[in-house]
């Protein structure tokens, strides 16, 4: 089976970690592609190579001297180089950046920081380098040509032999220039790679363990997620529980390649496997997992015999359009509605929408609730169980804590329940105690 192996910046962060990295591609012959982003911070003070390469563009477009970050940036790969011994010319290839530095792209710029990284990590495996410039084509709208990628990719395994070192996060347009993907592009990369090559397996390695049934910082040691479904993580990474790059997930998914995170610096933990359906097992957990967010902004409008009018709830969503605000959630009455939005979207038009939605649509009451904050329980096995809904409810009320909106997902997957900020973390805390570790046994 063909695994591609994607290691994010703290993976490749110095020559300690590039060590963990080749002993985790020589214990498997079946990772034969590598990717790799830019290397990333050794510790909490320190700065990610990116960080620091679009600092360099900031200075150059304000006619500042970068002399000292570009010193700074190659110290880091000579310092790589010197002990593990590579003989990669880092100090020529790197003085011949600096010496060109105003010539280049902003993209271009920012995309050394993979290439460097690759460059050294391809020696040290003693893997083939092939430059994402010449593999990953984009269209001229920014999206990805899939059909060309592919072509260049097998063309590239053709000529390697079957293996090698690819950066992640840049490719290149149709007329050769290099463009970026956005931040986390590297796992975008990954994903691209092991959809052309047909890969069994796409694993992500970072600095965890895969995802975890929910925030640390606020529930005390809570399980790991060994197996969860595309649609799952898509819900829990909206509400803020991210591992992996959302968009990373859409190329493997297309043609149904499971994706496993795993931790560099722990690998013979299991990690996650995300993956389209779920495994069947007699036992699986009744909650997947439970992330959320503070800060949201609740818009209620309320008409008498709103039920019998036709368009109001789009007349009130066009005007948050035409401000340029995304709505999360319209829970919805007989006769009023709310529109749920980011706290930050509206921080500064929420007065002139209240007043747009009151001129347009005059209703008999229109009310702002600040500080609402969402928690997001998601579980593909919620639905087997009845009454799993009405149990989360009662907990919460059995806590004293006051439910302000309830939404469910589509899909049956997921129960939104909106709270007060200052009962987030609380609330959290009471499902997870109560149902973190139910289980529900699957019929054979």
């Not at 034969?32 to 290397?39: C, G, L, P």
């Not at 920012?110 to 410039?133: C, H, I, K, N």
Request: with cysteine; glycine share 8%.
């Amino acid at each position: 089976m063909i695994k591609v192996a994607k290691f994010g910046g703290s993976s490749v962060a110095d020559a300690e970690q590039f060590k963990k990295v080749h002993a985790i591609v020589k214990a498997d012959p079946e990772r034969t592609y590598v990717v790799v982003s830019a290397s990333g911070k050794r510790s909490s003070s320190d700065n990610k190579i990116t960080d620091l390469l679009l600092l360099v563009n900031a200075h150059i477009q304000y006619g500042v001297d970068c002399s000292g970050l570009l010193a700074t940036i190659e110290q880091r790969y000579l310092d790589i180089a010197l002990e593990l011994g590579l003989k990669f010319p880092v100090g020529e290839e790197f003085a011949r950046f600096a010496e060109n530095i105003k010539s280049y792209s902003p993209d271009f710029i920012v995309s050394r920081g993979e290439w460097f990284t690759a460059q050294l990590m391809a020696e040290y495996l003693d893997m083939p380098f092939v430059d994402s410039a010449d593999v990953v084509m984009f269209h001229h709208d920014g999206t990805i040509d899939m059909e060309r990628t592919q072509i260049r990719l097998r063309e590239a395994i053709i000529h390697t032999g079957g293996s090698f070192v690819l950066p992640g996060f840049y490719g290149s347009t149709v007329d050769g220039q290099i463009k970026l993907f956005k931040r986390g592009g590297g796992d975008i990369t990954g994903a691209i790679l092991a959809r052309c090559i047909d890969a069994g397996i796409y694993e992500n390695w970072t600095d965890v363990s895969g995802f975890l049934a929910a925030d640390p910082r606020i529930v005390d040691k809570p399980r790991g997620i060994h197996r969860i479904t595309f649609e799952e993580m898509r819900e829990l990474s909206y509400m803020g529980a991210s591992v992996l790059q959302e968009e990373a997930i859409f190329p493997v998914r297309e043609v149904n390649i499971p994706i496993q995170i795993k931790n560099t610096n722990a690998p013979d933990e299991f990690g996650t496997i995300i993956r389209e359906t779920a495994n069947e097992h007699a036992r699986e957990h009744l909650i997947t997992g439970i992330a959320g967010k503070k800060d949201f902004v609740g818009i209620y409008v309320q008409r008498a015999h709103m039920s019998n009018e036709v368009g109001r709830v789009r007349r009130a969503l066009s005007i948050l359009e035409r401000y340029g605000v995304s709505v999360e959630h319209i829970p919805t009455g007989v006769d009023s509605f709310s529109i749920v939005v980011n706290g930050a979207d509206v921080k500064d038009s929420i007065y002139s929408i209240v007043a747009d939605i009151q001129r347009d649509l005059e209703p008999d009451t229109i009310n702002v609730l600040p500080g609402l904050a969402l928690i997001s329980v998601v579980g593909r096995n919620m639905s087997r169980r009845v009454g799993t809904s009405g149990q989360i409810f009662g907990a919460l009320g059995e806590a004293g804590i006051n439910i302000r909106m309830i939404t469910q997902s589509s899909q049956e997957i997921s129960i939104i329940v909106g709270v007060q900020n200052e009962d987030f973390e609380k609330a959290i805390r009471v499902i997870y105690e109560r149902f973190g570790d139910a289980v529900v046994v699957r019929e054979r």
